[in-house]
């Protein structure tokens, strides 16, 4: 059973176009996060959703939107796509915060390549 | 902010040495957390040190942190070709998030 899943695993398209990732945790947590990392494999924490309430808004584009549905659920929306966009997306977990005490668990990453 | 800044950011050994990968850090934290990343893969947790502890084990696996210097390590025993990745700490900080180093890259050949 996949614990995080994110989808698509591959995202290619144009600039100006909107595009969505999907991310889904079966693990019960109640905190979600969107990292982004770049090609140099620095990884940088965008969003943060604690039972669908945002708790952490890093300084990320307002082209960027994520929405929770229910705490088993996050998605992110781009609008805009810029070639500065393209880097590799990952969505996490944890059953608390996991800047406090808890170890998150991460899905498999979305490659997003704007040409 | 990067808060993490792992030394080296490449290692290459032989299967079977021992790998130690440092991290350094410049904020109070409530713990340090050791993930590691396989090629074209998520990152898996590895271990979490809290800010009170100062060393933990599991299995091959030695974290020490020393809260004074700010700084910890990562010790693999043993390694193994499947221990090729990158490792990454994390920071804890007291704003409910994870902050992430840079990354080691370790090659280990067998």
């Known amino acids: 059973d996949t614990a995080v899943s994110q989808t698509p695993k591959y995202l290619v398209t144009q600039m100006g176009n909107d595009k969505s990732i999907k991310c889904e945790q079966n693990?019960?947590?109640?905190?979600m996060y969107w990292y982004k990392q770049d090609s140099k494999k620095f990884l940088k924490i965008m969003f943060s959703?604690?039972?669908?309430?945002?708790?952490i808004n890093e300084t990320v584009p307002n082209r960027f939107s994520p929405k929770s549905p229910d705490k088993a659920h996050l998605n992110l929306h781009i609008n805009s796509l810029e070639l500065g966009d393209s880097a590799v997306y990952f969505c996490?977990?944890?059953?608390?915060?996991?800047?406090?005490?808890?170890?998150?668990?991460f899905g498999p990453g979305t490659r997003l390549t704007v040409t | 902010s990067q808060q993490g800044e792992e030394d080296p950011q490449a290692l290459s050994i032989q299967e079977g040495e021992n790998a130690t990968m440092n991290c350094s850090y410049k904020t109070s934290i409530n713990n340090l957390q050791w993930y590691r990343q396989n090629s074209g893969r998520g990152l898996v947790h590895l271990i979490l040190?809290?800010?009170?502890?100062r060393e933990k084990h599991s299995g091959r696996l030695r974290v020490t942190l020393d809260t004074s210097k700010k700084s910890s390590s990562l010790l693999i025993t043993a390694s193994r070709a499947a221990d090729t990745a990158s490792y990454f700490c994390?920071?804890?900080?007291?704003?409910?998030?994870?902050?992430f180093g840079a990354g080691t890259i370790l090659r280990v050949k067998s």
């Open positions: 959703y604690n039972n669908k309430e945002l708790i």
């Open positions: 040190i809290r800010s009170n502890e």
């Open positions: 693990l019960g947590h109640d905190t």
């Open positions: 994390a920071t804890g900080e007291y704003g409910n998030k994870l902050v």
């Open positions: 996490a977990s944890s059953l608390g915060i996991a800047g406090i005490f808890d170890e998150q668990y």
